[in-house]
């Protein structure tokens, strides 16, 4: 785990690190995400030229390819203030890796060394969110935002201050989800086999809705749940606080 | 099938063996002890079938049961302060590992061990084979070790005629089987108590009660016997002292000290990690090992082993030797896989690993090392290039990493495990599209054309079309698939809509 350096008082400007993942395929996520950040008080850019963080190509054992494509992006972040990023598992790639796929200068590229996972920049800055929404929810810890980033208490100290919110914890909340990635289109039975064991962890806490910080964790519970005809509904934990915000952005 | 018995219809020597030609438990190809490693079916169908296998769902949970309480990285305080004198020792070892093995070797010359330093696998087990036929054994009662497995040593004993017998009651369960051991410390960890009962019975020839206290008193019985009639022994070793000489073997069954005493004759098996610096690192590694492979302070029986019998002693193996193998093992000194050497072999790694546990074990990675450990470990041992696709299976989740007593970065040498893969395979379809991928999304008018085209493919093509795509149609078995339609969609924000976006910002 590496310990990233930030500053304590609020940035003036955010930039977005959108994550491949969430600008393909979890429009919804992003859209939220912003209206947070927003409502926090900063303003947030997009940067244009961002791509990937090369998580598939590395964890598909193509690590020169990754790195290419992880300079790109940081290359698109540097000058950042502050940059937010709603995927746990991306945020754990850039401050885990950076520096094994491009030297030990990338920590200090502002992509690395001023990244924020959304729910640690949520936790930081966003007390004075007025937050409410009547729901029962139940939180799935990512793995790669648990372990490599050693992320476990912000998305529950952001969901704590959801007056009406009940959080009932599953039973092995941080078990993996069966995603990995390419892993899930590598062994797809496996995976589903997994998400199926989570889906029914979910299931025994009655929640509305299972949260996580992690697209694609959500986009593996969401596509299985949905092909097995459950009634299961995923929601990015940005959805969650930008639905409980009381003066909508 | 199964490795214990001797020539078809003769009943074997071993009386715990008897019956076994009644034993009809099926299991598939890939967990059978007689499992050519070399030969294993590819990892996708052997882990799609192992996830549809029945029974598989309650192997899951009673891992999970184990996992939660013991793998969930969560160390107590006193746990973590032994966690770093272990992984210390572990590495201190390795910075000198050569020099440890030479200082053991001496040692154990000096109490009258005869040590034979050995590298391949097959050499290993031909030493062994060796002293068994130049003493004309003909059954051997062995104690569990994964060392043995590893080397192939049973399957080869068997072919020179020697009767083989487990004496470890998991591992005894798994040799009736007929099944390799499917976890490091608890080799029938896949079976339920009724499948048990349904195998002893078997073997029985009648129904024997699902009771565990009868069942284990019949493994006990028979294998009692097999200690008194075996002319050889056979050991593992969780640590052998270098400066003391000392072979240090821990066991809740009681099992290593029968081996280990009443034949005359021992061989005591391990591969080169397994020496440690001092006999007094035992107060540190025992206790570590315990606590991560069983959540118990200690084992209920430590067999601290110490030569040959001397004149004056009544007891002990008048011969005694040891084989120190090492199997591709020395090779990754010096490399970022040395890291693996440290490995006590505790199967905490498994216990904490999701994808082992809806395996339903380590039998799907076709293998003598199932889990994280094994997907290290595997495809670096041997000389042969086999069984360099393991790390592939994994979802790496980290949560190995947090298991481990002696803290190896398991799920960074499963990454790198992967490059390696990859690095040896002639370039091809999957090399070139990941290069045309890094080209495309390096460049970021391509990526925004890629995501461009998802979104018109999105909105043209119907799911169910899509589904059908290669690659989309291994996400699409058994999940729909995502929508890419709003690729790229940037939704109007305060920022954004009041005065336009700042320079190269794409909103």
Sequence with gaps: MTVVSRPGTLPERVALFTTCLADFAAPGPLAATIAVLEAIGVEVVVPRDQTCCGQPALNSGFPAQAGRVLAQTLDSLDGAEAVVTLAGSCAAMIVHHSTRLLGAEAASRSGVRNLWEFTQFVAAFGEDLDLELDATVTYHDGCHMTRLLGERTAPRTVLSRIRGLRLVEMPDSDTCCGFGGTFSAKFPELSVAMADVKLDNAATARAEYVVSADPGCLMQLQTRADAAGRSIRTRHIAEIVRDAMRTPA | ?507
């Design chain 2, 1 to 507: 099938m199964s490795t214990g018995t001797t020539a078809k219809g003769e009943e074997p020597r071993s009386t715990a063996m008897r019956g076994v030609a009644r034993v009809t438990r099926g299991h598939p190809v890939w967990s059978g002890s007689d499992l050519d490693p070399g030969q294993r079916p590819a990892l996708r169908p052997m882990t799609a079938e192992a996830v549809a296998r029945e029974g598989v769902g309650h192997t899951r949970q009673r891992l999970e049961v184990l996992g939660r309480e013991r793998a969930s990285g969560n160390w107590l305080p006193w746990e973590s302060e032994l966690r770093d004198r272990g992984a210390a020792i572990r590495r201190e070892t390795l910075r000198d590992l050569d020099g440890y093995l030479s200082r053991l070797a001496a040692q154990l010359e000096s109490r009258g061990v005869i040590v034979h330093r050995v590298s391949s696998a097959a050499q290993a087990r031909e030493a062994v084979g060796r002293i068994a036929t130049d003493h004309g054994v003909t059954l051997v009662a062995k104690s569990k070790s994964m060392a043995t497995e590893e080397i192939g040593l049973t399957a080869h004993l068997t072919t020179l005629g020697i009767d083989v017998v487990e004496t470890d009651l998991g591992e005894y369960i798994a040799q009736v089987a007929g099944e390799r051991p499917s976890h490091i410390v608890g080799p029938a960890l896949h079976m339920s108590r009724q499948d048990v009962t349904d195998l002893f019975s078997q073997l029985n020839g009648d129904p024997l009660p699902p009771d565990p206290d009868v069942l284990a008193s019949y493994a006990r019985e028979r294998l009692r016997a097999d200690f008194k009639a075996a002319q050889m022994g056979i050991c593992g070793v969780n640590f052998a002292a270098a400066d003391t000489g000392t072979l240090v073997v821990v066991s809740n069954e009681g099992n290593v000290d029968m081996v280990a005493s009443q034949p005359d004759l021992l061989v005591a098996v391990m591969p080169v990690e397994k020496v440690i610096p001092r006999l007094a690192d035992i107060g540190t590694l025992v206790p570590l090992l315990c606590t991560a492979a069983n959540k118990e302070f200690t084992t209920a029986y430590q067999t601290l082993l110490s030569g040959a019998r001397r004149p004056g002693e009544i007891d002990g193996p008048a011969e005694f030797h040891c084989v120190i193998f090492d199997n591709g093992r020395t090779a990754l000194l010096g490399t970022p896989e040395e890291e693996i050497l440290a490995c006590i072999r505790c199967g905490n790694c498994q216990f904490s690993c999701p994808v082992f546990r809806t395996l339903g074990g380590g039998h799907a990675y076709g293998t003598t090392y199932g889990g994280p450990v094994g997907a290290v470990l595997s495809p670096l041992l041997g000389e042969a290039t086999r069984d360099r696709d393991l790390p592939f299976l994994c979802s790496l989740c980290g949560a190995c990493a947090d298991a481990c007593p002696v803290k190896i970065p398991l799920d960074d040498l499963l990454v790198a495990g992967r490059a390696t893969y990859e690095a040896e395979q002639p370039r091809g379809v999957e090399s070139f599209g990941w290069t045309l991928w890094s080209r495309f999304w390096s460049t970021p008018a391509l990526y925004r054309a890629t995501r461009s085209a998802a979104r018109i493919a999105g909105r043209l093509i119907p799911a169910g079309v899509l589904g059908r795509l290669p690659v989309v149609r291994l996400w699409a078995s058994g999940r729909t698939v995502p929508d890419v339609s709003h690729a790229g969609d940037r939704p109007r924000g305060r920022s954004g809509s009041s005065g336009g976006s700042p320079e190269g910002e794409d909103r």
